[in-house]
């Protein structure tokens, strides 16, 4: 859901650990493709026996006494075997539910945009607490899942010139599936927020699919068009979404933060800042 009201909502409540435990990792796979119990099986068979046998033997060999049960070596060895290719048919059959990506493009415009200057900030975040020395796109360090809903950090946030003379938000959502329909089918539970007020616009820090569907590594890159002779101000905390915006001057995205940045004809620049601020 597009949030475009003049209000701030508080989205997202869930409390979460920083990272994601066995339970959680489970979540991400989709339920359709997943056996618990058949997990369980194929790792104690696969990973278990190799183990086990290494015990016996180290046993053998600090032991005065040397115990063989006949038949029983050759006998794990099948069982191990036939384990390892189930294992590996099963693991070839999820990966099929990856093989195809769709993406989809929204586009909305800014039409609550009242003056020449937007700034940028991103919501609150309720369930991490982080510093600028996170690794902010790292696709697994912001992932939470909840009884009915996956949720993925951090968007990405891109910025180029409009060719009107309107502020335009652009959303590109990808998904993976075994085929067109069922990738497409994936983002369809697919929710993101954003308000935009007077010359505010704030992006959530994160994107929700529902838990049914489980993760098939979507994402969803956003693209701010910013008309020649406009601008726009990153608030501290934007640095969050902000992925290598082109700027005349080649400053860093963390050094752009808090400064005015203007649509120029060769891009977006920085015309009151000092050289050394960049």
């Known amino acids: 859901s597009i949030g475009t009201s003049g209000d701030f909502i508080n989205i997202y409540s869930y409390?979460?650990?920083?990272?994601?435990?066995?339970?959680?990792?489970?979540?991400?796979?989709?339920?359709?493709?997943?056996?618990?119990?058949?997990?369980?099986?194929?790792?104690?068979?696969?990973?278990?026996?190799p183990f086990l046998a290494l015990i016996f033997l180290g046993f053998n060999m600090i032991s005065n006494n040397v115990y063989r049960i006949r038949g029983?070596?050759?006998?794990?060895?099948i069982v191990w075997f036939l384990s390892s290719i189930m294992a590996i048919f099963y693991f070839g059959y999820l990966a099929k539910d990856y093989v195809y990506e769709?993406?989809?493009?929204?586009?909305?415009?800014?039409?609550?945009?009242?003056?020449?200057?937007?700034?940028?900030?991103?919501?609150?975040?309720?369930?991490?607490?982080?510093?600028?020395?996170?690794?902010?796109?790292?696709?697994?360090?912001?992932i939470q899942v909840t009884d009915d809903r996956i949720f993925i950090g951090n968007p990405e946030l891109d910025i180029q010139k409009s060719k009107t003379?309107?502020?335009?938000?652009?959303?590109?959502?990808?998904?993976?599936?075994?085929?067109?329909?069922?990738?497409?089918?994936?983002?369809?539970?697919?929710?993101?927020?954003?308000?935009?007020?007077?010359?505010?616009?704030?992006?959530?820090?994160?994107?929700?699919?529902?838990?049914?569907?489980?993760?098939?590594?979507?994402?969803?890159?956003?693209?701010?068009?910013?008309?020649e002779g406009k601008a726009v101000y990153f608030q501290e905390g934007s640095e969050r979404i902000l992925y290598?915006?082109?700027?005349?001057?080649?400053?860093?995205?963390?050094?752009?933060i808090g400064k005015v940045w203007t649509m120029t004809e060769e891009g977006l620049e920085c015309i009151d800042c000092d050289s050394d601020e960049l």
Not at 29 to 42: F, M, Q
Not at 244 to 256: G, Q
Request: aromatic letters at 14%.
């Open 165 to 227: 003379d309107e502020f335009q938000l652009i959303m590109y959502k990808e998904s993976r599936g075994r085929n067109r329909n069922s990738a497409r089918e994936n983002l369809s539970s697919f929710e993101y927020d954003y308000m935009e007020l007077c010359n505010l616009i704030s992006f959530s820090p994160f994107f929700s699919i529902s838990k049914d569907n489980g993760f098939h590594f979507e994402q969803l890159k956003l693209r701010l068009l910013v008309p």
């Open 102 to 142: 769709y993406k989809e493009k929204d586009s909305f415009q800014l039409e609550q945009i009242l003056g020449d200057t937007l700034t940028i900030e991103v919501m609150d975040d309720d369930m991490y607490s982080v510093t600028r020395s996170h690794n902010f796109h790292d696709d697994f360090d912001f």
């Open 244 to 256: 290598d915006i082109d700027n005349v001057t080649n400053t860093y995205d963390l050094n752009m």
């Open 15 to 49: 409390q979460g650990d920083l990272n994601l435990n066995y339970e959680e990792m489970f979540g991400l796979i989709p339920p359709h493709l997943i056996n618990n119990s058949w997990l369980v099986v194929l790792g104690i068979l696969t990973i278990g026996i």
């Open 72 to 77: 029983l070596g050759i006998g794990l060895f």
